[in-house]
């Protein structure tokens, strides 16, 4: 019984060896059993490495078509002030009329010249030059100043896969004119319209008392470097920084209103001594992207204030904000906020529209000195001015 039961053992023994052997691949080989689990750690191994590749694949074919959609052009700025010392210039510029902007990275081109001739840049567009406008030219130094700027409303087109961005700077400080009522200074660029409120080395003002006349529109979008942001339509509206060094940013303010206040004045007559007193004619042009913030001015708006003076055929854009956030901080004094202008005396205003925002917010009021706030889309204050056509 016991040699049956031994010849039993080996029996199977033999047979499980037989099976063993077979399922190694027989010739005596001792390969280690593979086990189902193994199986599928090995099949999902396989499968990452085929969505890696197919992934690899995929981002190498996104870059080719990418590269296939972008255009190299060449930009060549003319007239512009300090050419010899520009070290970067920023691009911005639209596709099929969707304008590119500082809201994302990708939408602004930060371009260096070429070695031998700095007013010439080789830039990447996002599309053919056909269909692409240059919409702002900002150049800069080796230390980040600003040196000049450019901006167009309408964008500059491509001529044979090139632009040409002329700076208009030969002028002097407009596009023309001589500021005579028959012959008044015109206004084609931003930087026309900031020179208005130019200033002697006294401190005296140049042009508040001459003529004006807008021939295109004006776009300051891009020049202030800020930028709304806006939880929704009606609520927590902020500003937010995105370049300092804009041409335009004036310590987080923004535009800086056409004349001021004289704080030093002792009379009714002295208080808008600095008011514009000339003409301004808009032309029916619009101007657009202005932005207002957190001024320290008593009178806020486009104009400070007129004094005997007109202003005619304008729109501001709604893409325009006049912006006061005071953190809950009551102002000491009053605050006069106009679209067109904060005050105005013995004026002329007509045929403007307004269709800027403006926002203020955590305004508190003195009690104590009981100031009070005057705000208005046209003006905050009139005295014998006459308004007609008017929208807001």
Do not use: W
Not at 54 to 78: C, I, K, M, P
């Amino acid at each position: 019984m016991k040699n049956l039961s031994r010849l039993a053992v080996m029996a199977i023994c033999l047979l499980l060896t037989a099976i063993f052997t077979s399922a190694c691949g027989g010739g005596g080989k001792t390969t280690p059993p593979s086990y189902p689990f193994l199986f599928v750690q090995n099949n999902q191994q396989q499968e990452n490495n085929q969505q890696e590749e197919n992934n690899n694949n995929q981002e190498e074919n996104n870059n080719e078509e990418e590269h296939a959609n972008t255009t190299d052009v060449t930009l060549t700025l003319t007239d512009s002030l300090n050419a010899d010392q520009i070290a970067t210039a920023d691009i911005y510029y639209s596709v099929d009329n969707n304008t590119k902007s500082s809201d994302d990275d990708q939408e602004i081109l930060k371009a260096k010249p070429t070695a031998n001739d700095k007013t010439k840049f080789t830039i990447s567009v996002n599309g053919t030059a056909e269909n692409t406008k240059i919409k702002a030219v900002i150049t800069y130094d080796s230390t980040g100043k600003c040196l000049d700027y450019f901006s167009s409303y309408n964008g500059v087109e491509s001529e044979n896969n090139a632009f040409n961005v002329n700076f208009e700077n030969s002028n002097g400080d407009f596009g023309g004119g001589s500021g005579t009522e028959d012959d008044p200074y015109l206004i084609s660029q931003p930087r026309h319209f900031v020179n208005i409120n130019k200033q002697d080395d006294q401190g005296n003002y140049l042009y508040l008392n001459k003529n004006f006349k807008q021939t295109e529109d004006l776009d300051f979008s891009h020049l202030t470097g800020l930028k709304v942001n806006k939880a929704d339509e009606d609520k927590d509206i902020t500003i937010e920084t995105v370049n300092q060094n804009a041409p335009l940013y004036n310590d987080g303010q923004g535009i800086i209103p056409i004349g001021k206040d004289n704080e030093e004045a002792t009379s009714e007559e002295e208080s808008y001594l600095y008011y514009f007193q000339g003409s301004y004619d808009g032309n029916k042009k619009t101007i657009d992207g202005i932005m207002f913030v957190n001024s320290q001015k008593a009178g806020i708006g486009l104009f400070t204030g007129l004094n005997n003076g007109t202003l005619q055929n304008l729109t501001i854009g709604e893409n325009s904000i006049f912006f006061i956030d005071t953190n809950n901080e009551s102002y000491s004094y009053c605050i006069y906020i106009g679209g067109l202008a904060a005050s105005s005396k013995y004026s002329t205003i007509e045929n403007c529209t307004n269709n800027a925002k403006i926002v203020i917010k955590n305004l508190e009021i003195d009690d104590k000195y009981h100031y009070h706030h005057n705000i208005n889309g046209i003006i905050s204050y009139g005295k014998n001015t006459q308004i007609t056509n008017i929208y807001k």
